[in-house]
């Protein structure tokens, strides 16, 4: 690292930079490869942050490394500072995405992942090269990913309440129903009662939730379905349901990926919500080229998503 001005405490403010990194990379080797330091160099320079901080800021946990509490609570911070000092010495809006260095985190669906990540990557690569992302699937319990940088960019149905968080909503999406070829439910009109009184049905939910909409609109009607667990994702249920007789649920621009299993995708005969999506980003990257550019890549994705699944299967409406 080149050498920088120092705080008047004396910290060398480059140091930022190398603390950002590291807590990207949760990794000395991979820091001292972004940096383009030695292994060497990186832990020394590790070894001057834990100075400076007071903390070992990175941990061994099995064979990798892993943030403290004290480095979780200023990572985000750490990266705001470093993206604004970078913005600060940026020669504008208009920078070339090429020379960019960066790696982007996407929080949502593993359905996101599956349908959209082979032409995110594939665009990276033809228009930002330096540029890597990674997907995260969503946890059981809501977490501050964007506020705490653990995520760059959060896609789906966001249903933050984080007041300073960026929310712009794509469209709105649909469930349909989603069976083996040849399943009995498919032959005959499908009307709620068919629907209901089916052998059993297998809920999505990364909360465990046994019930959901579905249930809701059949309470309506005085009916109830059997339903005989649940899995944490979409993509996961696809499996269990090509090997069973059992009645899944998938989101409309999910339908690829039933479609790649030879799976078959129907309406469910009752009035459910519609499921808003969109993306969430903290405002510390509103004015970041780069995180600007995996913005409206993914927005093309989402609300094009609909033209390139045409003939698989029933669109998102708008």
Known sequence: MTQSAASPAGLDLNLLVALDVLLEEESVQGAARRLHLSEPAMSRTLGRIRRALGDPVLVRAGRRMVPTPHALAVRAEVSAVVERARALFAP?????????????????????????????????????????????????????????????????????????????????????????SGHPLLAGELTPERYAAAAGHLNVSRRGRLHGPVDAALAELGLERRVVGTVGTFPASLFVLRDSDLIGLITSWGVPLATALGLTTFEVPLPLPPIPIGLAWHPRHDADPAHAWLRNCVRELMTGASGAAAGAGPQPFI
């Open 92 to 180: 504008g809006r208009d920078a070339d995405l090429r020379t960019v260095s960066r790696t982007f985190t996407i929080v949502g669906s593993d359905t996101i992942a599956g349908t959209h990540a082979a032409v995110l990557f594939a665009r990276a690569a033809a228009e930002a090269p330096g540029i890597r992302i990674r997907f995260l699937g969503e946890a059981h319990v809501d977490l501050p990913y964007l506020r705490q940088g653990t995520a760059d960019l959060e896609v789906g149905a966001i249903d933050t309440t984080a007041p300073e968080v960026r929310v712009e909503q794509l469209h709105e999406d649909r469930m349909l129903g989603v069976v083996r």
